[in-house]
């Protein structure tokens, strides 16, 4: 059974746009270090993921993160280098994570990820949510995409309407 471990990035935001109970449809339970736990939890943090933090759901595994003195680990946030060291422990594993550095680091290491995008289009073929309303949702935050991706999602979540 495949392990899925989330960075914060994708929570944040699958929050944020009201989808984050795709998560447990998609992958059932889904682990997080606690470090990214107290970044959702963060004063920082909006609103609605800070109160989605205090009270996580029971899909939701929270694990111990480890910190390491890999040079390559020190770059990344500490909810990515946590996240990245989870994974790693495992044997079946996806990764939740944005972060274009943490991605790059975590492919070095055989860890397969997908991202908030990802998520959301693996949502949409499954039929759980209206893809071009939640994007719409996506893009008013602070999240960045291009233009040309989010028209290449809609596209794609158009046509597979007609089939």
Request: aromatic share 4%; no cysteine; proline share 6%.
């Amino acid at each position: 059974m495949k392990v899925v471990v989330a960075d914060t990035s994708p929570i944040n935001y699958l929050i944020l746009v009201d989808a984050i109970e795709v998560l447990p449809r998609l992958y059932g339970r889904v682990t997080i270090p606690d470090v990214v736990l107290r970044e959702l939890a963060n004063e920082d943090a909006p609103a609605e993921v800070a109160a989605w933090a205090a009270t996580p759901p029971a899909w939701i595994d929270v694990r111990q993160g480890l910190l390491s003195k890999d040079p390559w680990l020190q770059a990344l946030d500490s909810g990515e280098h946590a996240a990245i060291l989870l994974a790693q422990q495992q044997t079946e594993v996806l990764l939740l994570m944005d972060d274009s550095s943490g991605r790059a680091e975590a492919a070095k290491r055989g860890i397969p990820t997908i991202g908030t995008l990802g998520v959301l289009r693996a949502a949409s073929l499954q039929r759980l949510i209206v893809l071009p309303v939640v994007l719409a949702r996506l893009t008013a935050t602070n999240f960045r995409v291009s233009q040309d991706l989010v028209n290449q999602l809609v596209a794609e979540y158009e046509q597979s309407q007609l089939d």
